[in-house]
């Protein structure tokens, strides 16, 4: 016969009960580890998200330098144009000034 015929409800709960109160605090741990994981990431990417204020300010200023140098560029490339002067097409012609 089968083993389970053969044994009362009272041996399987022997059995049974013991699995389950293991496979229970396995979950426990899991969740626990999963959910350190989490915060700990959560942290990492507020950290990375608040920069000091001297940051943001060196940004900004780089930002408007950005604008400033492009505003420059602008005017130059207009100005040699209304001149009838071309840009010179190969990146040979152009001089570095040091």
Known sequence: ???????STAEILNIVAPLVVCAFFGLVI?????????RQMAELIHRNESRPDS??????ALRADNQRLE????????????RGQLL???????RIRS
């Open 71 to 82: 505003a420059k560029v602008d005017a130059l490339t207009s100005a040699q144009e209304s």
């Open 30 to 38: 899991i969740i626990r580890i999963m959910t350190n994981h989490q």
């Open 1 to 7: 016969m089968h083993l389970l015929a053969q044994s």
């Open 55 to 60: 940051l943001v300010d060196e940004i900004r």
């Open 88 to 94: 010179p097409s190969e990146p040979s012609e152009i």
